[in-house]
């Protein structure tokens, strides 16, 4: 009987296990979300492929580019400077890459017009891999002797500082372009204004969402959201920004047409394809 009693527990156990729940490695519920992400894969990589294969990617040039050149002939003709802010995040934010892409961009034409460039970083990788843009650019416009390691500089890492210092610099050097591209949060309407106020044309691009209303109400040209890497890719010509773009492109009009096709297919009374994208 004592020993029947020790084997009682182990049993009730055997007995309870095949009932503990866990967790399942698939979810069938959530295939439309799996057939949405290998569709996006595949757009994605094959553009990246055709790009770095040498095949022409064709995206639409923005208002916002045309008027890049316009504003530093501006400051050619008005013989001022040119401030670029590249946002005040480091590189490993995607905002900050699109945003050193336009740089190179925009000193290659000061290179070009012998234009003066002054680019304050908050972050100091930012301020690195700025200063090398900047220098690259340069040199392929045959211009070195133009470039000058002063043209970018460190300000500080804290925010409101930094803030009041490139605001200082608008005022009393008043440049005539001003360029805020990047990520940007709570200082985007403090340098948005002061700009505004010095009389500088003024182009700013951001995806963060909350800053969008203080850039459009206060530059002349805002890249909204995602215009910011589509410029980003169109001036790089990077092959994976390019791709990235494409396929993004891609994947959202598949989606538009499965949204029309599903509408099509229920006014019918067919729900099957708005089944199959429901959750739960």
């Known amino acids: 009987m004592r020993g029947l009693s020790r084997l009682l527990p182990i049993a009730v156990f ?39 294969s040498g095949r022409t990617l064709f995206i639409r040039r923005i208002s916002g580019l045309n008027a ?35 740089l190179r961009h925009v000193a290659k034409i000061t290179a070009r017009n012998a234009t003066e460039l002054d680019v304050p970083n908050k ?24 470039f000058r390691e002063d043209m970018v500089n460190y300000v500080t890492y804290d925010q409101f500082a930094y803030t009041a210092s490139v605001s200082g610099k608008m005022v009393r050097e008043r440049p005539a372009t001003n360029f805020l591209i990047g990520a940007f949060y709570a200082e985007s309407l403090l340098l948005a204004e002061t700009g505004q106020a010095s009389g500088a044309m003024q182009i700013a691009g951001t995806a963060e969402v909350a800053q969008l209303p203080f ?9 909204i959201g995602e215009e910011l ?52």
């Open 229 to 280: 890497y589509a410029a980003g890719a169109y001036l790089s010509r990077d092959p994976a920004q390019l791709g990235s773009i494409k396929g993004q492109d891609y994947t959202k009009a598949c989606l538009i047409l499965a949204i029309v096709i599903g509408t099509i297919l229920a006014s019918f009374g067919n729900r099957w394809l708005s089944e199959f994208f429901s959750f739960g």
């Open 68 to 102: 890049i050149d316009e504003a530093v002939g501006r400051a050619t003709e008005l013989g001022k400077k040119v401030l670029y802010i590249p946002g005040i995040m480091s590189i490993d934010e995607n905002q900050t890459i699109a945003s050193l892409a336009v």
């Open 215 to 223: 850039f459009v109400v206060t530059c002349d040209y805002t890249l």
């Open 123 to 146: 972050d100091p990788l930012t301020f690195a891999a700025a200063r090398e843009t900047v220098r690259e650019a340069y040199m392929e416009e045959g211009r070195p002797d133009l």
């Open 14 to 52: 055997l007995t309870l296990l095949p009932s503990i729940a866990h967790a399942g490695v698939f979810n069938s519920e959530r295939i439309n979300a799996l057939v949405v992400f290998v569709v996006f894969c595949v757009f994605v990589l094959s553009f990246i492929q055709l790009a770095k």
